[in-house]
C-alpha cells in the first residue's frame, strides 16, 4: 500500500503547465515537511521543490525559479507542484517526498518516504 500517490503527469508541449499532486495517507503528513524531485533518464534524481510543514517556507531549484510553484493542503493531504512555461528539459519522472521533520530539506537523504512517481514529458 502506497503512502505517497503521485497523480497530474502526461505528454504536454512546449510553453504548456501542468499540476502535479501527491496524495499522502501518512498521519504526520500536517507536521511534515514536503519535497519534490525529479529523474531525467541517464542521470540521477534531482531536487526540484521543497516546503515546510505548514507551507510557510518554500524553495526551489534554480532551474525551476519562477516558473514551478509548491503548495500544500495540510486539510487534503496533498501536495501540489504547479510547472508553467514547461520546456523539454523538464522531461522526468516526478516524485513527492516526505520528511520525518518539519523544516524543509534540499537533499534527498532528508526524505523518509517516496512515492513512485509520474512522468512528465515535454515535447519541442
Known amino acids: 500500500q502506497f503512502q505517497l500517490v503521485e497523480s497530474g503527469g502526461g505528454p504536454v508541449q512546449a510553453g504548456d503547465s501542468l499540476r502535479l499532486s501527491c496524495l499522502s495517507s501518512l498521519r504526520t503528513f500536517s507536521t511534515s515537511a514536503m519535497g519534490w524531485f525529479r529523474q531525467a533518464p541517464g542521470k540521477e534524481r534531482e531536487f526540484v521543490a521543497a516546503?515546510?510543514?505548514?507551507?510557510?517556507?518554500?524553495y526551489y531549484a534554480d532551474s525551476v525559479k519562477g516558473r514551478f510553484i509548491i503548495s500544500r493542503d495540510n486539510g487534503r493531504n496533498t501536495l501540489y507542484l504547479q510547472m508553467n512555461k514547461l520546456t523539454p528539459e523538464d522531461t522526468a519522472v516526478y516524485y513527492c517526498?516526505?520528511?520525518?521533520?518539519?523544516?524543509?530539506?534540499?537533499?534527498?537523504?532528508?526524505?523518509?518516504?517516496w512515492g513512485q512517481g509520474t512522468q512528465v514529458t515535454v515535447s519541442s
Open positions: 517526498a516526505a520528511s520525518a521533520y518539519q523544516n524543509l530539506a534540499t537533499l534527498s537523504g532528508g526524505y523518509n518516504y
Open positions: 516546503t515546510n510543514w505548514n507551507g510557510g517556507e518554500r
